[in-house]
Nanobody, 127 residues
């Protein structure tokens, strides 16, 4: 059974950095795309980025451009979200999610397309 476990959240000052991890188990990575989402208090969940089975990365969050990057450790079967230049408005619960696909380049930042979710990790950006 596919499982996703996020980690790496915490309290960070504005301008700081965090690296979030999404450890995936119970599936073959070539069959799934992995996406990052976040949900701020009182707001809807929004897509941040996605990595396709072939490793292509797509970003959906304009405010993350130039500050966030996504990468994958194939050995550890972990997808990372590296965040820098953090702002208070980046605070929220960060989730990774997965959807099975036969298309090697498929990606989505739409939460309705996701089949599996982690429980999330809390990021708080505050001085």
């Amino acid at each position: 059974q596919l499982q996703l476990v996020e980690s790496g959240g915490g309290l960070v000052q504005p301008g700081g950095s965090l690296r979030l991890s999404c450890a995936a188990s119970g599936f073959t990575k070539r069959d799934y795309s992995i996406s990052w989402f976040r949900q701020a208090p009182g707001k809807e969940r929004e897509g941040i980025s996605c990595m396709s089975p072939s490793g292509e990365i797509t970003f959906y969050l304009d405010s993350a451009e130039g500050r966030f990057t996504t990468s994958r450790d194939n050995v550890e079967n972990t997808v990372y979200l590296q965040m820098s230049g953090l702002k208070p408005e980046d605070s929220g619960v960060y989730y990774c999610a997965a959807v099975r696909t036969i298309a090697r380049t498929y990606c989505s930042g739409y939460e309705g397309a996701m089949e599996h979710w982690g429980k999330g990790t809390l990021v708080t950006v505050s001085s």
